[in-house]
């Protein structure tokens, strides 16, 4: 046949063509598609464990997710903070880089070394196609840290702060070359809002709607010990908790890729420790921790939290503060011995003070050490008792290094009780009770944290903080359903003094509570309350059974049906705490208010409150008053069931 | 004697040589040791205020930036940092001879176990010289090399500071 047409063999060219090279062709699509390609059919994206890396977390309405981290450079797609399959996309391409890595820039491989080893692991990277990066800053960074496991640290309470009862947490990266003794020099890793505010309101302001960046860094752990144990006066407790090696590399590759990256920083939900349960999510993803404290991240509460996990928790350690040695120590002491601790630390006798001389060598050391212990606590808390405390300081130590014998004190007990192992943080209440000729019942809500009459294994004696308790009332006539009161916050800080240590106790809340008026309705008002006080443990022991108290206490009420819209009043308050067994504590108290500008008037409060632990998480109490407002005198007695979870 | 020796050399030696030398100026931890709070209204702010520790942090990967690299401190400077930031109790358990910050610097410049207690009662002994009247950390840091180089069995570490 003369003629063939073109077309066929334009079609059988094709056809050859695509038999020849077509394999080629194919093969020669670019890796990163084929890469790509492979993740979707393995649906990469909706992984559990990219997910955890990327910070995702479910929209509040709308269908979705949207990553919690707000720094720009953390996504390399445009839309990857709420776009996890087009961020995986971008991810596996920015792989292909060929960017150097310097000081201050790094290759993607490097920068996002967690994602790179989690998405290797998943498709198995050709290293002829995408050439692995040597990404020597981590690797040195990493043999730097050693790590050999992983411990959470919380600090606790600070005596006479209740607010340090929230605490805070941060992570130890333990080396394999450290032991007990040496782990001051493993490295902390800190996530905090970063900012040079030092005014405290603006801080607090910024701190509830996001307004500073909070960020990962790290430090050695000795910087921690110092600033908590030391100069805070706080106890610590470290959690070494039970991560292979794989997930302790996933940690730390994961800290490494949030070093640059900020989160807008909030107080109450995504803080310190927030974060840090993210960081133990992303090493062991099948951890949920993080789902608890959507809106509410209390740092004792997650702590609680991976002690819940079963096996997470290794082993725990407690390292007492300075306060607590020195407390403890005096307590050993002989009353001359403790004189003498009180002079010298003050500079008042030296080493050639004839009742100093006459000590054994071990009690010379003894009072030594602790005057030198006690010299550092009142430097800290900010009473130096001369003018050069250092100096001071110095000579002790001196004559300390004279002694060859050792004070021999046994070491600080461990605390039975943990902080994470004390009552649960939230409370409700139902009740009954009869006020006033009225029988009632009452429901009452608390969602934080620990106030006095409270079971207070686990928790610092003495201290109180509330937010937002709510007590609401059915009378069974006459008045009907009513909110009794509500307080957003409460603080009362009962700080015993001896010789030593002379804090001095204050409480301070507001809110709204009923006030009788002179027509008998009670309306309620708004109120601001507090004041400082004084108090006395007896006998004087860290852990006495009687705390004995007065307050000097102002009150402003606020409310259009007082006379001239306000009240301000002050007057005293007396009162002990008394633990008759360990289950079993009463507080009885009096009070008395002079209202005497604006809606003026004298009250008085009389009562006795007792609390029955019957379990970890459940109590009874029983309370009995007898008050006095605008010369109309009644009592209330209310026996309640309180449940903590 | 032998104390007053090496208390002679430490003195011969400028004190700020070291500190020059290794610019120890911009590499101390700030310390904030001893500027405690004290009053109602620290603790009262305490409350809503999580606890950051501003300055005395390092970004993660920064890259080098004074005597850190990408957070973690470089290796010339750790001894010398560690002593900055646990004089106080670095001072104190020297003069008692024991101590987990003691431990820790033993550790830190490589004291073989088996000369430990030398270490130890060595350092009691010169806790003086160590922390003279108003040191600086650079002094420390010379006097604790000086004291050791004294020594016969721990020469040998004198080095690694």
Known sequence: MPFRPRPWRAILCLLCLLCLFGPCVAEAAPYVDQLIGRSRELRLSERREWHRLMHYTSNLITPGVHSLADARRFFLAPDGKTNPQSELEATLAAFFSDVQETDKEQNPQCA????????????????????????????????????????????????????????????????????????????????????????????????????????????????????????????????????????????????????????????FDENCSYYLLELLEAARPDLDLTSDFRWWAIPSDTVREVVRQKDLVKRTVYRPSNFTVIHYRLELMSPEEQSLVSSMSRGRASASDPGFAGLTPSAQARVLEVSHDYLSYLRATGSNPVADPAELSRTLLLERSRIGASGNDPPVPVPEVRPDQGHGTSRVSIGGGRRDGLNFVELRVRPTYHDLMDPEAGYVRGAQIEFFDLAVRDYSNGIGTRVEELTPLRIVSIAPRNAFFQPLSWKIDTGWSRRRLENGSEPLVFNVHGGPGLAWSVPDTLRSSTLIYGFVESTLQADTRLEHNYALGIGPRIGALLDLTGRWRAEAYAYEQSFFAGDTDRSWNVGLRQRYTLDRDWALRFDISRERQEKQSWNTVLLSLHYYF | MKKILIAAVISALPAFAFAQQNNIGTCGWGS?????????????????????????????TTGTSGCTQDGVVKSTWKTAMFIDGNKDRLARDMSIGNGETLDSLAHLIGVREEDRATFNRVVQANVSLIFPSGSTTGDSVVALKQVLRSDRELSQYAASI
């Open chain 2, 32 to 60: 904030k040791l001893f500027d405690g709070q004290s009053g109602i209204a620290p603790q009262v702010l305490g409350v809503t205020t999580n606890n950051s520790t501003g300055n005395q942090t390092f970004a993660i």
């Open chain 1, 112 to 267: 996002f070394v967690a994602r790179y080893s989690w998405l290797d692991r998943e498709l198995g990277f050709d290293p002829a196609q995408l050439p692995k990066q040597p990404c020597k800053r981590f690797r040195e960074w990493r043999e730097t840290l050693n790590p050999q496991g992983v411990t959470l640290i919380f600090p606790a309470a600070s005596l006479n702060n209740p607010g340090s009862m929230y605490g805070h947490t941060l992570l130890r990266i333990d080396a394999k070359d450290q032991d007990e003794k040496t782990r001051l020099l493993a490295y902390a890793i800190n996530y905090a809002a970063n900012t040079d505010e030092t005014n405290g309101i603006a801080f607090a302001i910024n701190g509830l709607f996001g307004g500073y960046p909070g960020m990962f860094s790290m430090m050695p752990y000795y910087l921690k010990v110092r600033e908590y144990n030391d100069m805070e006066n706080r106890d610590i407790w470290e959690y070494e908790l039970n991560l292979s090696p794989e997930e302790i590399d996933r940690v730390l590759m994961h800290v490494w890729e949030l070093g640059p990256i900020y989160f807008d920083y909030y107080f």
